[in-house]
């Protein structure tokens, strides 16, 4: 089956940062996205969706560092049905969206893309193939999400073709990320 989400919104609150026992990184927020249609009396009608999202590895990092509330963001991933049961006894659920990728679409941040594609690696918008990957970060092989083990997103990856266009143009600068000011 295929489970794709892709939603453009601005955060509903701050990120909530967390480690798990074994150093993972996990975040937590929200999202609204809004939706303009033409309803049956031909008014033009204006819908708001809010929806929890997590994030996992450097992308939970990345997103804790330079997003809050209100950020306008991109985020790609599936969506995943949480249950569990209240103080009451009631059985409760919700919906909510397991970030892979993520743009921060934000005016600062226009020029950078982080991903997330299983192996919680972070990836630079400086060009399109993925010969820029940072060698100093941990490689971890897949990991677990909600019970479901991930290596089958980074394997479909991976075995993807990527494109080989690099920008000519744009020269490429060195810059220390404690030099950048947000």
């Given at each position: 089956?295929?489970?794709?989400?892709?939603?453009?919104?601005?955060?509903?609150?701050d990120?909530?940062?967390?480690?798990?026992?074994?150093?993972?990184?996990v975040?937590?927020?929200?999202?609204?996205?809004?939706?303009?249609?033409?309803?049956?009396?031909?008014?033009?009608?204006?819908?708001?969706?809010?929806?929890?999202?997590?994030?996992?590895?450097?992308?939970?990092?990345?997103a804790?560092?330079?997003?809050?509330?209100?950020?306008?963001?991109?985020?790609e991933?599936?969506?995943?049905?949480e249950?569990?049961?209240?103080?009451?006894?009631?059985?409760?659920?919700?919906?909510?969206?397991?970030?892979?990728?993520?743009?921060?679409?934000?005016?600062?941040?226009?020029?950078?893309?982080?991903?997330?594609?299983?192996?919680?690696d972070?990836?630079?918008?400086?060009?399109?193939?993925?010969?820029?990957q940072?060698?100093?970060?941990?490689?971890?092989?897949?990991?677990?999400?909600?019970?479901?083990?991930?290596?089958?997103?980074?394997?479909?990856?991976?075995?993807?073709?990527?494109?080989?266009?690099?920008?000519?143009?744009?020269?490429?600068?060195?810059?220390?990320?404690?030099?950048?000011?947000?």
């Amino acid at each position: 089956m295929f489970n794709k989400v892709i939603l453009v919104g601005n955060l509903t609150r701050d990120v909530e940062l967390r480690y798990l026992p074994s150093s993972l990184a996990v975040a937590k927020t929200g999202i609204a996205t809004n939706r303009k249609f033409k309803s049956q009396d031909g008014q033009m009608k204006d819908e708001t969706c809010f929806i929890d999202i997590t994030l996992f590895g450097r992308t939970a990092e990345v997103a804790n560092q330079y997003l809050k509330k209100g950020s306008k963001v991109l985020v790609e991933g599936h969506l995943i049905l949480e249950q569990w049961v209240d103080q009451a006894g009631q059985k409760r659920s919700k919906h909510s969206v397991t970030v892979e990728n993520m743009q921060m679409l934000s005016a600062k941040d226009s020029s950078s893309e982080y991903t997330n594609s299983g192996g919680y690696d972070s990836y630079s918008y400086d060009s399109f193939d993925n010969s820029n990957q940072s060698s100093s970060k941990p490689q971890m092989s897949g990991g677990y999400q909600n019970g479901y083990q991930n290596n089958q997103y980074q394997n479909n990856r991976q075995s993807q073709p990527q494109p080989q266009q690099k920008f000519e143009s744009i020269p490429e600068i060195d810059i220390n990320e404690d030099d950048i000011p947000f």
